[in-house]
């Protein structure tokens, strides 16, 4: 089916939610809850750390990353667990602690810059043998593209607010200042349903959890440029499982040439015995350089029973898709319960 008559066909069932990748004046926007603890984050820190910090934060904008590969493996996998929790009638909340700007233009401003897209969605985008998971998920990025063009990108806020039923919710966490501006303004008519934070993910979660409807995804999804982010995310999931076992938590990270990169999926292992899906995409050797992202992987907590399978037949096709060297490859590991 065309894309265009695919996207009007799954349109009209479905909310809008304005979107602009620029961002505007507050005055048109959601109210924004304070954090309760962001001043923990730093309460430990000396002044030049925390600056350092800030520096590193300031200078990270997916912008420049939207619908490369590794936002393919995660969007695809974070739409896959959303579908699972709406196949109940029972509530569920989505929170974001990472959530971007949700939309962005991948004909102007940064996604030009880098065209990473190249790498991910465009690879995708004009494929006409999908298999169903990776079709699913093209199938959403076309919501944004009526016209069959592709000019926009949906971040997971986006992707994520599409699923969402009357009686779900989500909550989404933002902490550079630009970017929540434009979050707020693309989540502008969005009501209650959408509360949006302007502050640091790891900490504000955790006043949060266990959410009323005791059913939830959380994905957590840091840029990783500050090295602190691997140790914070680690902390952050131990502690939620604390508050919330039962809960799906998504954990995205980068394949880069760092020593906490490498160990990393080793140390998600160990937050839990049992329930568990790891699945990673490589598509090339890791740069001479020693600089760059050379593949992804998500971590996945109390996942559907259901999606190793579906990960294990479909994405072989993914790395034919995006592989760029004879280093692509995709592993599934799943502990079941
Ligand atoms: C990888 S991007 C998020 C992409 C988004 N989840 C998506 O898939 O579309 C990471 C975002 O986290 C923000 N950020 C960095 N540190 C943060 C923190 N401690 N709490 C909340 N947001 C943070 C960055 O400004 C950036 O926008």
Same mark, same amino acid.
């Not at 160990?270 to 329930?275: F, G, M, N, P």
């Not at 996942?303 to 259901?306: C, L, R």
């Not at 592989?323 to 004879?326: F, I, Q, S, V």
């Given at each position: 089916m065309p894309r265009a008559e695919l996207t009007a066909k799954r349109g009209a069932a479905q909310r809008s939610v304005a979107y602009n990748t620029r961002p505007r004046r507050a005055s048109a926007l959601l109210p924004v809850v304070p954090p309760h603890c962001t001043r923990t984050a730093g309460s430990t820190l000396d002044r030049h750390a925390l600056f350092q910090r800030f520096l590193i934060m300031l200078s990270y904008r997916h912008a420049f990353h939207a619908g490369n590969h590794a936002d393919v493996l995660k969007h695809a996998v974070v739409l896959q667990l959303l579908r699972y929790l709406g196949q109940k009638d029972k509530a569920y909340w989505y929170i974001d602690t990472? @959530?971007? @700007?949700g939309v962005y233009s991948l004909k102007e401003g940064y996604a030009t810059k880098t065209g990473e897209f190249q790498t991910g969605i465009a690879r995708l985008w004009?494929?006409?043998?999908?298999?169903p998971l990776f079709a699913d998920y093209v199938e959403e990025v076309s919501a944004l593209n009526p016209d069959g063009q592709l000019r926009f990108y949906p971040g997971s806020p986006y992707i994520a607010w599409r699923q969402l039923r009357e009686q779900d919710r989500m909550r989404l966490f933002e902490l550079h200042t630009t970017e929540i501006d434009v979050l707020r303004h693309n989540f502008r008519? @969005?009501?209650?349903?959408a509360m949006l934070y302007a502050g640091d993910g790891f900490d504000g979660i955790i006043a949060l959890l266990?959410? @009323?409807?005791?059913r939830a995804l959380v994905l957590l999804d840091p840029?990783?440029?500050?090295?602190?982010d691997y140790s914070r995310t680690l902390r952050c999931v131990e502690e939620s499982l604390k508050r919330f076992p039962t809960g799906t938590y998504a954990v995205w990270y980068p394949q880069v040439k760092r020593p906490e990169s490498q160990r990393f999926p080793e140390q998600l292992k160990?937050?839990?015995?049992?329930?568990w899906l790891h699945v990673s995409l490589t598509?090339?050797?890791?740069p001479e350089d020693g600089f760059g992202l050379y593949g992804s992987g998500m971590f996945i907590l109390n996942?559907?029973?259901?999606l190793a399978k579906m990960l294990k037949e479909q994405m072989p096709w993914l790395v034919k898709a995006l592989?760029?060297?004879?280093a692509a490859e995709f592993k599934v590991e799943y502990r079941g319960d």
């Open positions: 990472h @959530a971007g @700007a004009e494929r006409n043998d999908l298999p008519d @969005a009501g209650r349903r266990p959410p @009323a409807p005791r840029s990783y440029e500050d090295k602190r160990k937050l839990q015995e049992r329930d598509v090339s050797n890791p996942p559907p029973y259901t592989g760029e060297d004879r």
